[in-house]
């Protein structure tokens, strides 16, 4: 078997990688809607984040009392159960339908916004640009799904709706 000389292998990867660009080109991007394959980066790299911060522990149905466990159908929908303290009740917002109608410049100032305990929003507000928008293109790609999460009550209020005290006592 002859080897090809360096000229000619040089010549043959050229060509190869030149078929690949015009084939790439020609076929345009894959997925729904022009996705592009970083973005599938950025995806994975939002569930990542959403799973180790701990979103899922208040905005997902079930989640922290079944050991981490939730169906996937309720991943990041809210929750009717409140958190009540000297602020008054607030509650886990769907986060798949919050994302439905804002950009992700949008999204950017509110990932940031202060929000009612216990959402630590200050954690948020210290993720880096690229890390808040990785997790906005991951809710995103959930699609929309359950209710919004009840209106906040104002202390004093009525609550109508389960509630964990949050408020230390002795």
């Given at each position: 078997m ?15 990688i ?9 076929a ?97 507000r ?25 209106a906040?009550?104002v ?16």
């Amino acid at each position: 078997m002859k080897i090809p000389s360096a000229t000619t292998a040089a010549v043959i990867t050229l060509a190869a990688i030149a078929v690949a660009a015009v084939t790439v080109s020609i076929a345009g991007p894959a997925g729904p809607a022009g996705s592009h394959a970083p973005q599938d980066g950025s995806i994975s790299h939002g569930r990542y984040l959403v799973t180790i911060t701990g979103c899922h522990d208040c905005h997902t149905p079930g989640h922290a009392q079944n050991g981490g466990h939730a169906p996937p159908a309720n991943w990041l929908t809210g929750s009717a159960v409140g958190f009540q303290g000297p602020w008054g009740v607030s509650y886990p917002a769907n986060l798949r339908l919050t994302v439905q109608s804002m950009t992700e410049a949008q999204w950017l100032v509110y990932a940031r916004a202060e929000r009612r305990p216990p959402m630590p929003w200050f954690s948020l507000r210290e993720m880096s640009d690229q890390d808040l928008i990785d997790i906005y293109r991951y809710i995103r790609s959930l699609g929309p799904a359950g209710v919004p999460a009840p209106a906040p009550v104002v202390p004093g209020g009525k609550v109508s709706t389960p509630y964990i005290d949050f408020v230390p006592h002795n």
